[in-house]
């Protein structure tokens, strides 16, 4: 009986799936089934970070690519090994562990010659190559080589028409130059933020692009990580401030047009503009974090409804795969969509707020 839900599940991938539960016995004992398939876990497993890139899990056994492990501690001084080596019954290398459960679970943590957490200095410097981070730099060096290629023939050829990737990728350089820069920073000093604004459309969407799909090299949820999206509305906020012009601070402390009385004695107007400073570059860490999460979440909750109905009854499972399966086709195009939308929309308000700090006085 599994194996036909099995290959439901397994039609899934070119769609965006994250990975499936498979143990055997899991679908056909529902006792078992609710002591070893938890939702949750699985669910936030597939949308965290990790120390692995994971492909697949067959009958119980992962395939994973191992990643580097660079690690730091006053014993061991600087260590770099794979995280393969944490796959042991103890989940321990040297004087380092990979906790799985606890305070510190999915953390490497020091341990002493006992086994046990140093709690005099539990966590060791770790800069290690996770997944999210592996995805980063892949897509950087994706950006580099289709954006140099890019740049080459414009040189050679300028006034040729573009062809192959050049051709590709013009009309969308144009859409971020016309409908985001020139509208939101004015004629005069939109040139000089297209790069800045180019690299963050073309990362984010590439990188949610590359979420979308279930096997390495994408998977990732990059985006979905609320660090990622928090250094990217950081460097947004450095521009906008680096950049500002005399009358926006200006305008922040002493606001135009605006009742004197929300100003002296109580500051009520500046205390708003100089909290806006900051709750700019919040409102954009969040919105995409938000978004990409919520849509990777939602993919591999429909996935587990299989298996959570299958754990009531055999037949519940069969009944509720069909539904499961188009609405997470459904969820996969959807995302197709939303990964565009986000890129743009975070282009859009980071033009806006550079626009709104660089424009002269009226």
């Known amino acids: 009986m599994n194996k036909v839900i099995k290959i439901l599940l397994l039609i899934l991938l070119p769609f965006g799936a994250f990975g499936i539960p498979t143990t055997t016995d899991s679908i056909e004992s529902p006792k078992k089934e609710t002591s070893k398939f938890k939702p949750a876990n699985f669910i936030f497993e597939h949308i965290q970070d990790s120390f ?76 290690s190559i996770t997944k999210d981070v592996l995805s980063i730099l892949m897509m950087s060096i994706l950006l580099c080589l289709v954006f140099i290629t890019v740049a080459n023939r414009y040189k050679k050829n300028p006034d040729r028409a573009p062809k192959g990737i050049q051709n590709l990728f013009e009309p969308i350089i144009i859409f971020v130059r016309d409908e985001i820069a020139k509208p939101s920073i004015g004629e005069k000093k939109y040139y000089r933020y297209m790069p800045f604004l180019l690299s963050l459309f073309f990362f984010i969407w590439f990188t949610n692009l590359f979420g979308i799909i279930p096997i390495f090299p994408g998977g990732a949820n990059v985006t979905g ?61 969040i919105r995409l974090f938000a ?15 299989i298996f959570i109905f299958s754990a009531i009854k055999v037949w519940l499972g069969y009944t509720i795969a069909p539904i499961s399966i188009v609405f997470s086709v459904f969820m996969s195009l959807l995302e197709l969509l939303v990964a565009l939308i986000q890129a743009y929309v975070f282009t859009l308000l980071s033009a806006i707020y550079i626009g709104m700090a660089v424009s002269e006085h009226h």
């Not at 600087?78 to 944490?86: D, G, I, R, T, Y």
């Not at 906020?237 to 950049?243: A, G």
């Not at 978004?291 to 587990?304: E, T």
Request: hydrophobic content about 50%; aromatic content about 12%.
């Open 291 to 305: 978004n990409m999460l919520a849509g990777h979440m939602v993919q591999i909750v429909f996935m587990c409804l």
């Open 52 to 127: 692995e890139w994971h492909i697949v899990t067959i009958n119980g056994h992962k395939v994973s690519i191992p990643l580097p492990m660079i690690l730091y501690s006053k014993d061991e001084g600087l260590c770099v090994f794979m995280s393969n080596k944490f796959d042991n019954d103890l989940h321990i290398y040297k004087s380092f562990k990979l906790e799985e459960e606890g305070k510190y679970e999915g953390k490497v943590v020091n341990i002493n010659k006992n086994g046990e957490i140093n709690e005099a200095n539990p966590l060791p410097l770790n800069i």
């Open 225 to 285: 990580n609320i660090a990622v999206t928090m250094v990217l509305a950081l460097f947004t906020f450095f521009v906008v401030n680096v950049s500002a012009s005399r009358n926006y601070w200006k305008e922040i402390v002493n606001a135009s047009g605006v009742p004197w009385f929300l100003k002296i004695p109580i500051p009520i107007m500046p205390l708003v503009e100089f909290t806006g400073i900051f709750t700019k570059p919040f409102v954009l860490m």
